[in-house]
């Protein structure tokens, strides 16, 4: 039950987060309003407003019906269906609010062009070469002392050094997104140079802002996951704060910047304005052949997005679409991973631990000990492997027993811990009832 | 100053940027000393090629338009006199041919390049 209100937790506020974003769209912020720019008299406009306010319904209840969805989702038993369950229905969340913000998207264009509004102005890039100032950067130092808390615990739990690497390499990469993840464009809406120079000003800010407290969010997890290895709940509450508290303040960022844009436009529109939304297919995918850029600032809020015109942009959509479609076989590699056969067997010179296609051999005359466990070692913790419902494999950290490279279904005891003569530690099990007692017996016996 | 980029014009891109500068200029939108951005900001800006907006500069400076400061970087130079090149005048002389074949009296292309030749000095 814990792992099903933990998976609802962490996933089931998706859709709401989707329901606040795409409403905020429907807000005009640099003349833009549902990723469609229209010029200051449609906001007053009744076709418009109308088409607006259905998109809100639309909106409401696509995001609603997704939530819905969850709550059976908290009565599932099996963590492979579940798992497949979750993952499905994720990539639904980011599929389905977007087909009526598409459909709105295009109900705006249509009647951009009735009106008049559509301007002849394709493939025309615009910029103020007064605006254009060399922008001022945060100075990497800010980053590194969050860089080298994340690295810091390696130097006393070298148990867990490959996690704090990862943390320490996550820290780092969050320095270079915020240096290079940013196309250093500026927020030109209109010919006032002013409002070019704030707009792009809070949008350089925030985006810094961001990914500084991404920094030191990473580098207080990784002291919170030092600092209570050995009590996994308390740990595991701690990560689940830090990393909403990340997630918050990231929302908070981007809603506040949302709302700055809206205030610093709220009355542009009335002359000339840019407009660029031939290279934003359905508002949501930009193409634009005449870019040579990857990286593209959207145009509301502070997020980066790729250019499709580019073939590197084309890539990168394939893969991280393939890793959409793919997510959902999540919980049929885990159900293959938990009906793993786990056996032993003992040969005239060595003890074979098995595990699906793998294998751990032990020369028997390098076994020192061997001890028959009831039940799993108290406070055992992952380094690296799997921990799943019915499989436990990899290196563990357990205190009094140190480290133990593992292969057994916890569910089924009891357990064989043997110890070499090199002080390495094993603990093993076997699916097959009766069988880890049988093998205690035979090393025993020798 | 505000510059367009024409994707669908013959002209090619760094030729844009080179007229759309001596432009600003001559209408005293961009004033001597007046500091250009960088090249790779105005690339980054733009989306153009870095090369492009190389050229571009390269051109302008060795026609005189703008010069480079260690301290400063790119800046409008001070306006000078200089001779007018033949080519130059060899591309008035054909303007000048078309409005006379399209009707256009002596007077009023005087008038017009006069227009012209103060727009911007104006508002400057």
């Not at chain 1, 002359?271 to 193409?287: E, F, K, M, P």
């Not at chain 1, 913790?381 to 563990?396: A, Q």
């Not at chain 2, 600003?24 to 907006?53: D, F, H, Y």
Request: charged share 20%.
């Amino acid at each position: 039950m814990t792992l099903r209100i933990l998976l609802w937790l962490s996933l089931a506020w998706l859709p709401i987060l989707m329901f606040f974003l795409l409403r905020n769209d429907t807000k005009f912020k640099k003349n833009i309003v549902v990723e469609v720019t229209l010029p200051f008299e449609a906001r007053t406009d009744k076709d418009v407003l109308m088409i607006i306010d259905r998109y809100k319904r639309r909106n409401l209840w696509a995001n609603l019906s997704m939530f819905l969805v969850t709550i059976p989702f908290l009565f599932f038993e099996r963590t492979s269906l579940l798992l497949t369950l979750w993952m499905t229905w994720v990539l639904m969340v980011l599929i389905v609010p977007l087909i009526p913000y598409a459909q709105t998207n295009a109900a705006l264009k249509k009647i951009k062009i009735e009106r008049g509004w559509k301007k002849d102005e394709k493939d025309k890039h615009f910029f103020d070469l007064s605006s254009l100032a060399s922008p001022k950067w945060l100075s990497p130092w800010v980053f590194i002392p969050a860089i080298a808390i994340s690295f810091l615990p390696i130097l006393w739990d070298r148990d867990m050094w490959l996690l704090y690497l990862t943390l320490g390499l996550t820290t780092t990469f969050f320095y270079f997104s915020y240096r290079y993840l940013y196309r250093n464009k500026f927020e030109m809406i209109d010919q006032n140079v002013r409002l070019t120079r704030v707009l792009t000003q809070v949008r350089r800010r925030n985006w810094g802002v961001v990914w500084m407290i991404s920094a030191y969010g990473s580098a207080v997890l990784s002291l919170v996951i030092t600092l209570f290895k050995h009590q996994p709940t308390i740990q595991i509450l701690a990560i689940a704060a830090l990393t909403c508290l990340i997630i918050v303040h990231t929302l908070r960022v981007e809603f506040k910047t949302r709302k700055v844009q809206e205030k610093l436009t709220a009355e542009s529109g009335k002359d000339w304005y840019v407009d660029y939304d031939d290279y934003w297919l359905g508002g949501i995918i930009y193409y634009n052949p005449n870019d040579s850029r990857l990286l593209i600032n959207s145009r509301v809020g502070i997020n980066s997005t790729i250019n499709l015109a580019k073939t590197s942009g084309k890539v990168i959509a394939v893969f991280v679409a393939l890793i959409l479609l793919l997510m959902p076989l999540t919980g049929l590699y885990i159900k293959l991973l938990e009906e793993q056969p786990i056996s032993l067997e003992l040969t005239e010179s060595t003890l074979i631990a098995h595990r699906g296609n793998k294998k751990e051999t032990l020369l028997l005359s390098e076994i020192s000990d061997a001890q028959l466990l009831d039940e799993l070692p108290e406070r055992m913790t992952k380094i690296v492997g799997n921990g799943l419902d019915r499989l436990l494999s990899g290196t563990y950290s357990a205190p009094g027993f140190g480290r133990l490279k593992v292969s057994l279904d916890p569910k089924i005891a009891p357990f064989l811990l043997v110890e070499l003569k090199d002080g390495t530690r094993y603990l093993f099990g076997a699916r097959q009832p009766g069988e880890v007692e049988a093998i205690f017996q035979k090393i025993c016996n020798r | 100053m505000l510059i367009v980029f024409d994707f669908q014009s013959d002209i090619p891109l760094y030729l844009q940027l080179r007229n759309q500068v001596v432009v600003g200029i001559a209408q005293g939108k961009l004033v001597p000393g007046e500091k250009l951005p960088t090249i790779r900001a105005l690339a980054e800006e733009s989306g153009v090629n870095m090369m492009t907006i190389s050229k571009a500069y390269q051109l302008l400076k060795r026609e005189g338009y703008i010069l480079t400061e260690r301290r400063c970087g790119t800046i409008v130079a001070p306006l000078q006199k200089s001779v007018i090149e033949e080519s130059t005048i060899d591309q008035l002389r054909l303007i000048l041919s078309e409005f006379r074949v399209s009707g256009l009296s002596e007077e009023d292309t005087l008038s017009l390049c006069g227009e012209l030749y103060r727009e911007g000095k104006d508002d400057a």
